[in-house]
């Protein structure tokens, strides 16, 4: 039996990995490959044998010895059973909802999770699932009186999307495992490095990853990942399975290599992140930084109990009374932080948010104008400067500003 790695320093670098395996080589090769060839017609009967296609080499959209390594050092790093990997994350999160619900249940999602979760959520009307948005700050208590005898699964991604509220997974799992609700969590924030929702109280059923981020963490791959239970894995490896799900060899081959760096990089993230957020809490045009690491954030005492460390990703609310020409100023200002979707590259990142728009009412009423930043691996003082020009322009109304 393999012996257990104790440290999550040892785990980063060795998870998944047998050299052995590779002819001693430190990486595995990356397998691009589709059609499987058989000994004989005895093989080939046996290699269909497993419903969940995990037993040996099958046809190629149901893994390869690269998928499988990442799968594996994935799984050990959350603490699971099993994963899954999957083309983006979007795909991961869809295919893990899509393992549960069937027409006529109810499911309760929370109301700050990324907008493309919620558009699909949404969708599921056409398939005779009910999705309710619960507050991403209601407690556990609150949480329970939404369960109804359709209730199927309860999804929450915390901190949440652009306003980064943290939620009591703890006791949400609590009251959903006692009635029999099935709970999955978007953990892409804080990725195992800081957070692992499977083993935080009776644990979620299943952690989903928009790989393409912090476990990448280059900006050049798009994949996404499912870490199950052993009693959930079947259900979302079957889900998978029907789907057609599949990352390709390349995109798998670099978050696999991502996994060996993410502990240096999220201690590097965290530093820099919660630098520039006190910062930016001390401008006379922020009104207030949404980061759970910063003692007066909401979610701040939750964070210090179930996390070991912050991303550089939070939201940045202005001051009310600037308008939109003006933010677009700001943002149109500045060298340093990409205007971009996506996040958890080395790079800096900044891109206008409206939570107004999609949120429950009264969730944003009255608040100034948001944006959300991420931190990357340029120097503070560099992009303190960039983000003060940027603040100048904001000032001057939107007015242009020479470089």
């Known amino acids: 039996m393999k012996e257990p790695l104790a440290s999550p320093e040892t785990r980063y670098v060795h998870a998944g990995a047998d050299p052995r395996r ?12 589709s059609t ?25 959209r149901f893994g390869t010895p690269t998928s499988r390594a990442f799968e594996e050092a994935l799984t050990e790093l959350e603490g699971g059973h099993a994963a899954v ?52 700050d209601a407690p556990a208590a609150a949480i329970e009186s939404l369960i109804r005898p359709g209730t199927r699964l309860l999804y929450l991604e915390s901190p949440g999307s652009t306003t980064f509220e943290v939620q009591d997974i703890p006791g949400i799992t609590a009251v959903c495992r006692a009635r029999g609700v099935v709970t999955l969590a978007d953990n892409t924030w804080a990725t ?48 998978a399975i029907r789907l057609g799900q599949c990352a390709g060899a390349d995109d798998v081959y670099l978050g696999l290599r991502g996994l060996r ?24 045009e922020v009104a207030a930084v949404l980061h759970p690491g910063l003692p007066g954030d909401p979610g701040h005492r939750l964070w210090r109990r179930d996390f070991t460390g912050a991303a550089a ?25 990409g205007l971009g979707h996506s996040y958890g590259g080395y790079e800096s990142l900044v891109v206008p948010a409206d ?37 100048e322009a904001l000032r ?8």
């Not at 497993?50 to 046809?59: A, I, Q």
């Not at 530093?271 to 006190?278: C, I, M, Y």
């Not at 001057?396 to 470089?403: D, K, L, T, Y």
């Open 22 to 33: 590779q002819s001693g080589y430190v990486n595995p090769p990356v397998h691009h490959a």
């Open 36 to 60: 499987v060839l058989y000994r004989d017609t005895a093989e080939m009967a046996a290699s269909q044998a497993d419903p969940l296609k995990r037993g040996g080499p099958v046809y190629g």
């Open 85 to 136: 990997a999957t083309c983006s994350g979007l795909a991961a999160i869809t295919t893990a909802i899509l393992a549960y619900v069937r027409a006529g249940d109810h499911i309760l999602v929370s109301d700050s999770v990324y907008l493309p979760t919620r558009r699909f959520c949404d969708s599921l009307a056409a398939l005779g699932v009910e999705t309710e948005y619960y507050r991403p």
């Open 192 to 239: 195992p490095a800081f957070c692992r929702p499977l083993r935080l109280g009776a644990g979620v059923d299943a952690v989903v990853h928009s790989a393409t981020k912090y476990l990448t963490g280059h900006a050049d791959s798009i994949l996404g990942a499912i870490v199950c239970t052993e009693d959930s894995y079947p259900l979302v490896r079957g889900a």
């Open 261 to 284: 760096t993410l502990g240096v990089r999220l201690d590097r993230h965290h530093e820099q992140g919660l630098e520039l957020a006190r910062w930016l809490a001390g401008r006379e």
């Open 313 to 337: 990703l939070f939201g940045v609310e202005l001051a009310r009374g600037f308008t939109k020409p003006a933010v677009d100023a700001l943002l149109d200002r500045l060298r340093l932080f």
């Open 355 to 391: 939570p107004v728009s999609h949120r429950l009412p009264g969730t944003w009423a009255g608040r100034g104008p948001l944006i959300r930043v991420h931190v990357g691996f340029e120097g503070l003082a560099d992009l303190r400067r960039d983000l003060a020009a940027g603040f």
């Open 396 to 403: 001057s109304g939107g007015a242009p500003v020479e470089s």
